[in-house]
């Protein structure tokens, strides 16, 4: 999209962005006093905007791990059940692909809850209330990814991910080094809820372009005046070597014209 800074100005606010050598009182006079600008060419896209309950945003930053279908389900093994006995046939009844759903997500539960567990009974710790809403949370994003119109999903989904939120929180400010450790073991990242959150709008978005290539032109001037001035100090010393060096040979000279005169 090529914008020009023209046209640009005709809607900023000319007293407080450009510091003009004289005051623009009509569009007669900035015209005249713009009409040696150029043309810039911004380009600008609208950001994608994305709910609250996307990845990106509740910061989950890998999805639920894939289960091997063909492994025995955990609590079967517990409960000592001879599955190495049995047939083909027979052990396939106890595997993962061949039981309901709801025992992949159990797997998955427990899976998350060992890395974070302080024993083996500890299921009711802020740690554990954490692994099993963010399970919860990931498993609900893949579901909606397959039904977007699901709201009564959605609003499951954002009330579990505030939840989360408000715990993170309370073990932030209670011990850091364990909430470190946590979002690390889980994969999350924490985003703290920002104070000022601004509309994005199109007016504001190029006048920060406009601004950032003003700076970019500035600065790259400034670098190439350095280098040009480095240059001409590198040549001013030596032009300055050989001038001194004729001044002390001069001096010299006239050191000896002294003394051969007063002799």
């Not at 713009?34 to 709910?51: A, I, M, N, Q, Y």
């Not at 595997?95 to 759903?101: D, E, M, S, V």
């Not at 601004?198 to 600065?219: G, H, Q, W």
């Not at 790259?220 to 001035?229: G, S």
Request: hydrophobic content about 35%; aromatic content about 6%; overall charge positive.
């Amino acid at each position: 999209m090529s914008v020009s800074l023209i046209n640009l100005f005709k809607r900023v606010n000319f007293r407080e962005t450009v510091n003009a050598p004289r005051r623009l009182t009509n569009l007669l006079e900035l015209s005249q006093w713009s009409r040696g600008l150029k043309t810039v060419h911004l380009e600008w896209k609208r950001p994608e905007k994305l709910g609250s309950i996307h990845p990106k945003n509740s910061g989950d930053l890998e999805p639920l791990p894939e289960l091997d279908k063909s492994e025995v389900f955990q609590e079967f093994k517990d409960a000592g059940i001879d599955i190495e006995k049995m047939s083909q046939e027979q052990r396939k009844l106890y595997t993962l692909g061949f039981l309901p759903a709801m025992y992949a997500h159990r797997t998955q539960l427990q899976n998350a809850l060992s890395k974070v567990q302080r024993h083996q009974f500890d299921t009711d710790s802020i740690e554990a209330k954490i692994a099993r809403a963010t399970v919860n949370i990931r498993r609900l994003q893949n579901m909606l990814a397959q039904e977007p119109r699901n709201k009564k999903q959605k609003v499951f989904l954002k009330e579990l991910i505030d939840k989360r939120k408000s715990m993170l929180n309370k073990l932030r400010e209670a011990d850091y080094k364990r909430f470190e450790w946590l979002i690390e073991q889980l994969n999350i990242e924490y985003r703290p809820q920002p104070e000022n959150t601004a509309r994005i709008t199109r007016k504001n978005s190029l006048r920060m372009l406009t601004e950032e290539y003003c700076d970019k032109v500035k600065n790259d001037r400034l670098e190439a005046l350095k280098k040009k001035m480095q240059v001409e100090k590198e040549k001013f010393e030596i032009e300055k070597k050989q001038i001194l060096e004729w001044i002390e040979k001069e001096e010299a000279a006239c050191e000896q014209l002294k003394q051969l005169i007063s002799q």
